[in-house]
């Protein structure tokens, strides 16, 4: 069975940091698209961080500057260090990836990992 699965989510106060970590295990060919993104309480999902496979990435405005995505496809992880945290960076952050498996592709989500910046 393919998961999904966040962590580093957590309660910080603005100006800090925090790491997100997400891991692909299971059965896999290769995994190309991974991405970051959050929801915010009230509102629709959007897209922060985006990677691929040979490293291009790709960041939201709200975001550029201070957050950076990285991978280690060795381990099939992405991370997301965001720094200069704010108020309203707060929310759930979710990790996606597009996984071949078995031949077909897979657009594959995590259940989310809460991050809360305090003023």
């Known amino acids: 069975q393919v998961r999904v699965v966040e962590s580093g989510g957590d309660l910080v106060q603005a100006g800090g940091s925090l790491r997100l970590s997400c891991t692909v295990s299971g059965s896999i060919s290769s995994i190309n698209f991974m991405g970051w993104s959050r929801q915010l309480p009230g509102k629709q999902r959007e897209l922060v961080a985006s990677i691929r496979g040979g490293g291009r990435a790709n960041y939201a405005d709200a975001v550029k500057g201070r957050f950076t995505i990285s991978r280690d496809n060795a381990k099939n992880t992405v991370y997301l260090q965001m720094n200069s945290l704010k108020p309203e960076d707060t929310a759930v952050y979710y990790c996606?990836?597009?996984?071949?498996?078995?031949?077909?592709?897979?657009?594959?989500w995590g259940q989310g990992t809460q991050v809360t910046v305090s003023s």
């Open positions: 996606s990836a597009d996984v071949r498996i078995q031949g077909g592709i897979f657009d594959l």
